[in-house]
């Protein structure tokens, strides 16, 4: 097993957000967490990279108790994370965003970057660009492509797919299966639960700081109750409701090739931390 929370409880002041969460993650897996808004699944990935202290319970990573550990160290053994609303450094250029993604090594990343240009060839396009001027697209490639740069065993990806077009929901979600294809262990926050079930092994559903359920993807995924609360429906309907369902049916798309006209980026983008009042 290479990631376990156990029994954790975290507060925000006298606000509980997590409420005795149990997950497990193995080496080699895709695992989602899927729930509504303000259910703890950001503060879920905070605890386990370090930026949010648990007030009770243990997180294990590797074998080894990191309850104590800093984030930074967090880094170095293994735990990158792209964050909700990308956390990119728009006054610096691409290839200086990916480079922040190796800031705590000291060895040799070039395969790493490499690498993150050849899934991501947009990126190698706009190496000299300002990513302030990106797409939103471009810019959840290049929030992806900066935590490769630490080497993670584990990627923990916070809703990749906001903001974004149907066939670059896609496009992101087939990079995210090439990079676990890879070697890389995937927990994946997404509020396209339909998409991440299809794409993942096993699952959680998170609800207000709870885990009330957890079984393989697939079988969540034909859960009349899951299917009810967060798929819309029946995902077996000819023409399913809402932009899950569109993104869902919508055609794979070539890894890092031409971009779809895109939503407008959510608000508060300059950080991934606005809005959050309920540590969500």
């Not at 262990?185 to 699952?203: F, K, M, P, W």
């Not at 399913?240 to 608000?267: F, I, M």
Request: hydrophobic content about 40%; aromatic content about 4%; charged content about 25%.
């Amino acid at each position: 097993m290479l990631l376990e929370l156990k029994d954790v409880h975290v507060h925000y002041g006298k606000i509980e957000a997590l409420k005795g969460v149990s997950l497990q993650v193995d080496e080699g897996e895709i695992v989602s967490l899927i729930g509504g808004n303000g259910a703890g699944k950001t503060t879920t990935l905070k605890t386990i990279s370090g930026l949010r202290s648990c007030s009770s319970g243990s997180v294990f990573f590797d074998g080894a108790d990191i309850g104590s550990m800093p984030g930074h160290k967090r880094v170095l053994a293994g735990i990158g994370q792209a964050p909700e609303g990308r956390g990119i450094f728009p006054g610096m250029s691409v290839h200086e965003n990916l480079l922040m993604g190796a800031y705590a090594r000291k060895d040799d990343h070039s395969k790493e970057l490499a690498e993150a240009y050849e899934l991501f060839p947009r990126l190698a396009e706009r190496r000299s660009q300002a990513a302030g001027t990106m797409s939103g697209g471009e810019q959840q490639m290049l929030a992806i492509g900066r935590a490769l740069l630490s080497k993670p065993k584990v990627l923990l990806l916070d809703e990749p797919s906001m903001g974004l077009a149907p066939m670059l929901v896609q496009q992101i979600f087939s990079i995210i299966e090439e990079i676990n294809r890879r070697g890389t262990t995937v927990l994946l926050v997404e509020q396209n639960a339909q998409q991440a079930l299809r794409l993942a092994d096993r699952a959680y559903v998170l609800e207000t700081g709870r885990i009330v359920r957890s079984a393989p993807a697939s079988e969540l995924l034909d859960d009349p109750q899951v299917r009810a609360a967060y798929l819309g429906g029946d995902v077996g309907d000819a023409a399913p409701a809402g932009a899950a369902a569109a993104e869902a049916e919508a055609g794979t798309v070539a890894l890092g090739k031409g971009e779809a006209a895109e939503t407008k980026p959510e608000a508060g983008g300059a950080g991934p931390e606005a809005g959050k009042a309920d540590g969500e």
